[in-house]
């Protein structure tokens, strides 16, 4: 083989790694496993870093000796097709944003393990609805923080108490790519404030064909606190966390400036980027020499506001002194006083001592604003009624957009074979249809139970493994052993993975011992748990939820059938819903946003069990799934917590085990699969993420577009 044949394959496959398109191609991530499985589960499937310690002689050897070449040069052309791809839903009715797209707002953004820039369900949501607007064709670009330390990583001592570590991002091992300003400069954007500027730089991602921009405040030139501000996810002060927001809203608004991308419309995922809309405000009033109410007019009829939680510590808020110490200086570019500055922020303008709060900001300068499902816009209209005071609460405008989830990226390769031969062949650009999913009915059921046992197998082997590490860092060398036994695909399998915040109630389970051990130990019909879940690190509450679930772990009554996986992130998360047959889910309703892990479960042949909040609310239907409870709220939480523990008992009890354990003669679940069916026909086409980000653009993202090409002037 000549060197150039080596060059190119190499440098064919990093093409393929800088843009995270492959990460939900599963054929493009088999060519990885493929060239080197051991490496490349050794550098977390991080192809970058993967690449890196691979010279082009060694890929060229392996290619060879596995016949990659076809392999890899054929996703290379399908990368580049896709890129290229005319027809698009977003190209045939997305054409007024192509030279004003989105500009997506948000502090996390989930892609994959690789990327530490998400804490949990609002990273993820924000990284599916990259991925659907890039398979889709809309025109959109991201806008977030590049934390070079991320979320925290999840340790559990001898005591089963948790503690947390930070491992530092290296640039190297990222597809990460610096942004350059005209002049071929390093880009920096930079916010006068009462103490100094705060600058950062700006990097950018490819997602497909969406970009994802990232402010970096680790540079030359800030102060060393500073310099720290972007380094974690939700892990300082209140000082922080404004700080980070300034960078995030004016420092990214700058970037889009700075770059000359006009945007067509906003939409701030979450509050905390709302400051976005005064640096577009200022923006509109410089350049157009317009005052600030005809520049506010305009930025509101071009923004969308997404909210993401009823719970009031979610919503950021500000002490007054603090909102003028670093927007001090800004707010007089919008020739604004002191109070009428707060009064932005302020759901009683008059009210003095109010703090300044990121959502009021956001819903009083948003022309939409929503909900992530039914019931949670219901409780927001309630949450914010006294915003708009004159109107009855349900007048109040806020409605919702249902969350969804990637489909590929949350698909196991197994199931997205057997898709593959049964559903139409451009089943996944049509998957919103109901009809592509009819032909789910036509799959066999011992094919699809098959398929299901193998992933639960690869699910209890990474458990397996995860368990080892933590046994081997613990000195439980003696457990070891007993661990390669642990789990066993012919039992019931429930799965638990979610953030330990204490409305989520993971403990609920574990309420009755000795019904649930009964439940463990039944020596015909066993049930076994999963579970997996951070506490933030300042929640004592949450961190003595999770040191009661460890307690249960490596306890004989329970005959090691109740696990804990360390570390909850995307790559737990996606053996977790891959390989489950129960996703359980019971936080304290209607506490619960939407909740989407659920939804990845679907698709992939598992069943929900959870209380009817959020989406689930809006999917079950008695046949697909299973309910805890009937729906209702107490309001005294330990009442609900109690009546919920009991229905979530008796389902099991009565539903949950009897169907599972109900076989034919040749061992196969027929009404478990029915149900499985039943969900992936019914809710596969309503709970993904092209359906969720066509939602947004028809009814928010094209309205604005159009209002902003109007030429209606009396609207400015
Ligand atoms: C999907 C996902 C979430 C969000 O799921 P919830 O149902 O809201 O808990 C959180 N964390 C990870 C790692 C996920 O993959």
Redesign the pocket.
């Known amino acids: 083989m000549t060197n150039i044949m080596a060059k190119n394959l190499h440098g064919r496959l990093r093409v393929l790694a800088q843009n995270l398109w492959w990460a939900w191609h599963p054929e493009v991530i088999r060519l990885f496993t493929d060239i080197d499985p051991i490496l490349w589960r050794k550098v977390q499937h991080n192809p970058i870093a993967f690449l890196n310690q691979l010279t082009p002689e060694q890929i060229e050897n392996r290619a060879s000796g596995v016949a990659l070449y076809s392999r890899i040069n054929y996703a290379f052309r399908r990368l580049n097709e896709y890129l290229e791809r005319q027809g698009t839903w977003g190209a045939t009715h997305c054409s007024n944003l192509h030279h004003r797209p989105v500009a997506y707002f948000s502090a996390e953004f989930?892609l994959h393990e690789s990327l530490p820039f998400y804490s949990?369900?609002l990273g993820?949501l924000a990284g599916d609805h990259l991925k659907s607007a890039s398979d889709l064709g809309i025109p959109l670009i991201g806008i977030g923080l590049l934390y070079n330390q991320g979320y925290f990583n999840q340790r559990l001592n001898a005591d089963g108490w948790q503690e947390e570590d930070y491992a530092s991002l290296d640039i190297e091992k990222t597809p990460l790519e610096a942004v350059t300003d005209s002049g071929g400069q390093p880009l920096v954007v930079g916010i006068d404030t009462r103490n100094g500027q705060l600058r950062a730089r700006v990097w950018e991602l490819h997602v497909g064909r969406v970009r994802l921009l990232l402010l970096d405040s680790n540079i030359e030139g800030n102060s060393t606190e500073d310099r720290e501000l972007t380094s974690r996810l939700y892990g300082g002060d209140k000082r922080v966390r404004i700080r980070q927001e300034l960078l995030l809203g004016i420092g990214g608004a700058q970037a889009l400036q700075a770059l000359n991308i006009s945007t067509g419309v906003m939409h701030l995922n979450e509050g905390h980027s709302a400051f976005a809309v005064l640096e577009e405000m200022r923006r509109l009033m410089e350049y157009d020499q317009i005052p600030f109410d005809r520049a506010r007019r305009r930025v509101t009829l071009c923004t969308v506001f997404t909210t993401h939680t009823p719970i009031a510590a979610g919503h950021d808020r500000f002490a007054p002194d603090l909102v003028e110490e670093h927007l001090g200086i800004f707010r007089k570019k919008l020739g604004l006083s002191h109070n009428d500055f707060l009064a932005l922020g302020r759901i009683n303008p008059g009210d003095r001592s109010e703090p300044f709060c990121m959502t009021v900001l956001a819903l009083k300068n948003s022309r939409w604003a929503n909900g992530v499902s039914a019931i949670h816009a219901s409780v927001s209209r309630r949450m914010w009624h006294d915003l708009w005071q004159k109107r009855r609460e349900v007048e109040v405008p806020i409605g919702h957009i249902t969350n969804g989830v990637h489909v590929l990226s949350w698909l196991a390769p197994q199931m997205h074979r057997l898709f593959q031969t049964r559903l139409a062949q451009d089943w996944t650009i049509r998957m919103v249809h109901p009809d592509v999913w009819e032909k789910v009915a036509d799959i066999d059921d011992g094919e699809l139970w098959e398929t299901h046992q193998a992933l639960k197998t690869r699910l209890i082997h990474f458990v397996r493994r995860r368990l080892i590490v933590q046994a081997e860092r613990l000195g439980h060398r003696d457990t070891i052993e007993q661990i390669q036994q642990i789990l066993d695909p012919q039992v019931l399998t429930i799965g638990c993975g979610?953030?330990f915040a204490t409305y989520k109630r993971l403990n609920l389970i574990l309420s009755q011992p000795d019904r649930l051990a009964r439940l463990v130990k039944d020596p015909y019909r066993p049930i076994q748990i999963i579970f997996a879940g951070k506490a933030h690190a300042r929640d004592h509450g949450g961190k003595q939820a999770l040191q009661r679930v460890a307690q249960f772990c490596f306890n004989p009554d329970y005959k090691m059938r109740i696990v804990f996986v360390e570390n909850?992130?995307?790559n737990v998360?996606r053996h977790l819903v891959q390989g489950v047959d129960v996703w359980l889910?019971n936080p304290r309703k209607p506490l619960e946003a939407c909740?989407?892990?659920?939804q990845?479960v679907i698709l992939n042949g598992g069943l929900n069990l959870s209380v009817l909040d959020g989406w689930w609310n809006e999917a079950y239907n008695g046949q697909n799934g299973f309910a805890i409870g009937r729906g209702g709220i107490h309001n005294d939480p330990d009442i609900q917590y109690q009546r919920d523990a009991e229905f979530l008992y008796n389902t099991l009890e009565e539903e949950v085990i009897p169907l599972y354990y109900d076989r034919d003669r040749s061992g196969i679940p027929r009404h478990w699969i029915q149900r499985i069916k039943n969900g992936i026909q019914g809710l596969g086409w309503r709970f993904n993420a092209d359906r969720m980000v066509k939602d947004y653009a028809e009814r928010f993202y094209l309205p604005s577009a159009n209002a902003l090409s109007s030429d209606d002037n009396r609207l400015f």
């Open positions: 989930g949990g369900g993820i979610r953030r909850y992130d995307y998360a889910n909740g989407t892990s659920g990845k």
